[in-house]
Each structure stands twice: as C-alpha cells, then as structure tokens.
C-alpha cells in the first residue's frame, strides 16, 4: 500500500514526521513516499500543486498531508498561494467527502473557553461536501455588474450551485455514519433564503426515505451557529455544504479548546482519502519543536481506519493517543498546570512507546 | 414624528407592546401607527409584507419591528412565508447597514455557556451588510446544469454579488461606527476562495485610506467564528457582508447567553431605519406572557439615537433597563437563583417606572 506524504508548510513537515514515525512503528509495510505541496511546492516548482505532486497522490492509496500556508506567499496572486493546493486536491481526486471530529477529550475538558457543563463529552461528526458549492461553481470573477441597482459598477461575483445527485451522494455518505453513531442527522442550510439549500433540503428529505432508522432533522445555518454555542451536545452527525461546513467545522473544532488534537478526513467515493489535522500551519512556530503532531497523528489513524481497511492498527494509534494524554503530557498548546510539557518529538516517541 | 409599528407572529405582539408603552413615556408626541407584517400579514390580506404595510413603512421616519414567524407557515411557498416580509422590507427600503451589538450585561455573565472570564464585559458590535451577496443576487433558481462534473442534472444555484460602490458604502458606515468606538474594525471575508470577498478586501483596503485613525484587519470567515468562541473580547466592531453577517451575528448574539437582551438596527443612507430584536418570534411562549421584552425596547432606543435624532431619551431608556436588571429583575430566559421573575409586562411596566 501506497501512501503518498505531502508535508506542506508551517509545522507541517515536524508534525507529519512524528506520523510517519507512528506509522512506520505499526510493523506494517506500507511504502510513503513524499512530495512538496503548497508554499514548499511553490518554491520547489514554482506551483503551490506541482504535477508531480498531484501524480503521486493520484496513484498514492491514501494521502497523508500535513498544513499550507506561510504569511510570506501573501502577496502571490491568488492561484499560486498555498491553500490553492488543498483546493486542488480536493476537486482532482474528487475528495467530495469531508469528515471532522469535534472531540473533547475528557482530560482536555479545561481547555475549552466554554462551561465544563456545557462541553464535556463533546462528540460531533460534521460532514461536510467538499467538491461543490460557491467554492468551485461557475462562472465566477470580476466584471461590469450586467444589472441591478449597481448596473456598470465592478462587482465581484460568485456561483453557489448544488445539483441534485451531487447531494444525494453526501448525504448517503452522511446517512451511513449515522447509521454507525446515534442515528441522528442534522442537516443544515439555509433554504429560507436560498435556491440552492432548498433544493439541498428536499434531497436530504427524499434520500432519508431509504434511511428509515435515522432521525433527520433541518438547521438554519445562523441557527445552527447559534446552538453549537449555546448546547453544542445536542448534536450528533451534521451534514451541510462546502461554504457552510467551513465556517460550522472551524466553530465546532474550537468549541473544544484544543484543535491541535483535531484529525479530519477527506474521502472519494471509493474511499480513498486525504488526511490532515484541522489546524493550520502555525508559521509563528514552526520550527521550534513545540508543535502538537496529534491531530496528525490522529489523522493517519483515520486514513488507517477509512481508505487502508486497518481497522486495529487504527484502534492502537488511538488507544496510545489516549494513553499519552492520561500519563499527563502535554504540548504547549494543551499544557495545563499539572500536566507534563513536552515538545512536538517527545509527543511523537511518546505515542510510539505507548502502542 | 412618525413610526410605523409592526408586531409580527408569536411574542412579536406582546413584546412591541412594552416597547410602545415606553416610547409613550417618554412624553414626546409621536405618532406611533400598526400594521401587520409576516405571519398576521398573510392572514390579514395574503402576504406576509402587504402594499399597505409596505407604504406605511415607506411614509414613516423609523419602523419598530417586532419578529415574524411560526410552524404553521412552514408549508407555504417561500415568497409567502412570513420571513420574506423582512427580506422584502430591507429591500425596498434599501436598509442596508445593519447594526446587531452583542454585549453581555454584567448581571448576566452567568447566562452565557462561556466561562466568565472569556466573555464578561463583552462588547462587540457586528455591522452586516444588508442589500446585496447572496441574499438577493440574479440570477438565482433551479435548472438543468448547464456544465460542470454533473451537468444535465437539477440543480439550485444562487449568485453571490458585491459591487465596489456597494462595499464602500458599507465600509463608510463601519469605518465612522469604529471611529465612536475603539477605532479597530474587523473586516471578515473568504478572500482565499470567493471573488466576491477578493474585491471586498481590496475595496475596505482603499476606502481605509480615508479613515488613518483606524486600524483595519482582515480575517477570514471560518477563522472569525473560531476567534469569536475563543477569545470573543479580541474583536470590537466587525464588518461584513449579508451572509457571513448572519451567521457570524447570531454566533456572537449567542455568546452571551442572553439573546433576549439584544436589540438591532437596520439603516438607509438617510439613517431611517427598521429596529427588531436579535431573536426570532419565538412560537412555543407566544401569549403566555413570558417572553423578554428588552431587545425591544432596547431595540427603541436605537431607533430615538440614530433616526429620530432623540439621544437623550435614547440614553434615559438605556438607563432604565440598566436599572430593572441591577433591582434583580428577570423574565425566565434570563433568570437565575436570586433574581426575581417576572412577565413580559412586570418587565415593561418596571422600565416605565424606572424611566
Ligand atoms: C484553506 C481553505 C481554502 C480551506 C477551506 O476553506 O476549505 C480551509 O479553511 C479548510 O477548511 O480546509
Ligand atoms: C429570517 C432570515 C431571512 C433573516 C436573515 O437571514 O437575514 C434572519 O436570520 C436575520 O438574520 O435577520
């Protein structure tokens, strides 16, 4: 099994090491082979997705990335920053599938900024479609607005487009992980407003019809910001569009205070994935070992467990991953009075002893 | 001076009444005159904003809104669900600067689902952009796809807009509001995906040369609603488009754990404007007269400051809500052990006292 290593930038190359090293502890053969992406395929290669790059995880099994983006690529025209990499990706291999975890790990409950109360045994799984909405439809650009009360001004314009097998296939997709969890989904959009969440919302309706043992249940988007905040364990499974899974994702993973725990998963429809912590790339400190690999490190549990079919090793790298936690190390970003502080490759070697 | 009052469904009824019993204290002579809107639109004459309704608010100098919407409704076709009288209002009346400060009254820090320590003394004011984006952008619909991975199928699409004059327009009004307050504004968009917020940045960038006493930073929308659960006191006054204003204003409404507390203002050019509370018309109490009164009144004293030119009967309003909440006043969304509970008209009838 093949699976192809994209470092990236930022904390990414010290973060994804320490996975590789987990992985290669599993005494599995797996062959990784590593490529440049994002502000390092852009230095490399002159392009944040060099060919070479795209070719590699196109044949990889599974993909294992680490983080994009450095301010110093700020001034780049918009196609050859970074993020364009992970944009690129996604639509090339067709990773239309966006899993991401908020999980609160009881010995981390002290680090949200939220009540203990209201937080503790946080446990969502947001789905979130990841090939269309305003982030690829077209047309888009910038133009002499054609009509309106600005007709002539320059506007800015962008397509929001959802059709109707391409939310039928994220919503089985969401469906299925219900099934594997409370058997509650809640969908959400924002169909008083929108064409397209309409029409998001009667698929959703129409494909839970084969879904007789989940509970489906519809979310305005505000709402749905409103009560992650207000009682954010009344969710379960949530499934909603691009646009909408970007900003609830990023709200949801916060809620638990401690990000740099978080893994996500990007699948195809035959299961093939690209993997990567939810956090970014830190560029403020990379490089200087303090850096939590244990999203990452999560993350290649999740590619374990998803695309590769290893359903134990995916079990050991989470129970060492728990483990570490209860013998009480910590990174900076988790530290908390008490606990051990260590750094990005004592976590790393850490897990690996544990396993 | 003239007002058009409009109750709306649910509570809308019972808290516009407060409202008005406290302007009517106030000892000015305005000429306060109802109409119905939403949900009692539609019974009334078969639309949720009738022509009647519309001229009235037309011919008024401010409009007193209380909130639309109830289950009953929700089979309706969209353009007659209550919810579009308030769409069809912001768009006539070409209300588009809408102001929703999210502040957390010392007496309630214990409302909110947060720590104390991260929200208490919280003040942030949220300038939406109200007229354009998505919101109301044409083309919009439902087609066959034209193009694309799944061209043929059905699909929803909208047309996210921003022109540049319409950008400036709101910029202006956020960069004066900054100026009154900390002079530090938050301009969020996702520049790093959509063309539409690229020349939303561009154009702040160009209008902030304008105001030097400010200083302007931009952040992206999934990392606001990251900040805004993290460190909610970093931001002062945030400006940005219709659909992330939504999303991102109930998130912040909601941080305070005290929504019915929260008022909200919708300007045109000329400062005339609608003035409704943060929350919805709460259909589950509706005329058990248990509903907070106060983001309406609140609500009237925004209306006294920025359209009808009254500051002080504005501040003498502010001055008394301030007061029944230090007596130990709450209704039951606000109540907490040592409190006193009272009913949507103990809670008015104590600000008139107060006034
Ligand atoms: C980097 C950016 C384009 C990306 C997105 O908006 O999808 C990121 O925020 C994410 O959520 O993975
Ligand atoms: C009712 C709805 C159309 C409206 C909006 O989305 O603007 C509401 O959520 C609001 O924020 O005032």
Redesign the interface.
């Known amino acids: 099994m093949k699976i192809a290593v994209l470092p990236g930038d930022g904390i990414g190359p010290e973060i994804v090491a320490e996975a590789v090293n987990v992985l290669n502890a599993l005494g599995e053969s797996f062959t990784l082979e590593e490529a440049p992406v994002g502000g390092a395929g852009y230095e490399a290669q002159g392009h944040p997705l060099p060919d070479s790059t795209l070719a590699l995880a196109k044949a990889a099994d599974a993909i294992l990335f680490g983080a994009v983006g450095d301010w110093k690529y700020d001034s780049l025209e ?1 196609a050859l ?1 970074p ?1 364009q990499a992970i ?1 690129g990706l996604r639509k090339h291999l067709q990773l239309f599938a966006n899993f991401r975890p908020a999980i609160l790990y009881k010995e981390l409950a002290g680090a949200s ?3 203990p109360e ?1 937080v503790s045994g946080l446990d969502i799984l947001i789905v979130r479609e990841l ?1 269309g909405d ?2 690829f ?2 047309p ?3 133009r002499e ?1 054609p ?4 007709a002539g ?14 939310v039928q296939r994220i919503a089985h997709v969401a469906f299925q992980a219900a099934q594997k969890r409370s058997r509650k989904l809640t969908s959400v959009d ?1 169909s ?9 919302r009667d698929t959703m309706i129409d494909v839970s019809k084969q879904y007789p043992d989940v509970e489906l249940s519809h979310m305005y ?3 749905a ?7 954010p364990k009344s969710f379960d499974v949530v499934v909603t569009g691009n ?2 899974g ?6 949801a ?3 638990t ?1 401690s ?1 740099g725990m978080l893994p996500s998963a990007s699948l195809d429809k035959a299961n093939k994935g690209l993997y990567e912590p939810s956090h970014g790339s830190a560029p403020d400190i990379a490089g200087k070992g303090i850096a939590n690999p244990l999203a990452t490190i999560l993350s290649a549990a999740m590619m374990l467990r998803y695309s590769l079919g290893k359903t134990e090793q995916a079990d050991r790298i989470e129970t060492a991953v728990k483990k570490v936690l209860a013998q009480g190390l910590r990174t900076p970003d988790i530290w908390e009075a008490g606990t051990q502080k260590v750094g990005t490759r004592e976590m790393g070697a850490a897990v690996v002893a544990a396993l």
């Open positions: 918009r920053r993020e944009l900024s939220l009540k209201i090939n305003i982030y439809g077209q888009r650009g910038v607005a009509d309106g009360p600005f001004a320059r506007e800015g314009f962008d397509t929001m487009r959802y059709s109707v097998p391409e924002k008083n407003v929108l064409e397209t969440s309409q029409l998001w988007v505000d709402n910001a409103m009560q992650l905040v207000k009682a646009m909408f970007d900003i609830l994702s990023d709200q993973a916060m809620l205070g990000i």
